[in-house]
Nanobody, 122 residues
């Protein structure tokens, strides 16, 4: 099994910054794509950012230029740096990883973090 632990959420004023972290542990052989979704109240879950093992980044248009995702493969951790936050960024943020296990190295599976609440309000 693989576990993901998120940290770094909280309350921030408009224009502020937050950094989310997501650490993976367990039976992991290779971590492929890592990324972030978010879900605001009454809205569908939205893909925010992805980061491939090779370093290719993709972002939803609404966060481009404000959010940056990065990864530390040695620590099995993915980060989401969020700058210039606005109230529309308020949501629960979920990290995910696509990994293979030592026993089935050619099969990948997606695991999810528990979610981190980000609230942008004055």
């Amino acid at each position: 099994q693989v576990q993901l632990v998120e940290s770094g959420g909280g309350l921030v004023q408009p224009g502020g910054s937050l950094r989310l972290s997501c650490a993976a542990s367990g039976r992991i052989f290779v971590i492929y794509t890592m990324g972030w979704y978010r879900q605001a109240p009454g809205k569908q879950r939205e893909l925010v950012a992805t980061l491939s093992r090779g370093g290719n980044e993709n972002y939803v248009d609404s966060v481009k230029g404000r959010f940056t995702t990065s990864r530390d493969n040695a620590k099995r951790t993915v980060y989401l740096q969020m700058n210039s936050l606005n109230p529309e960024d308020t949501a629960v943020y979920y990290c995910y990883v696509d990994v293979s296990s030592p026993t089935t190295p050619k099969i990948t599976k997606v695991y999810w973090g528990q979610g981190a609440q980000v609230t942008v309000s004055s």
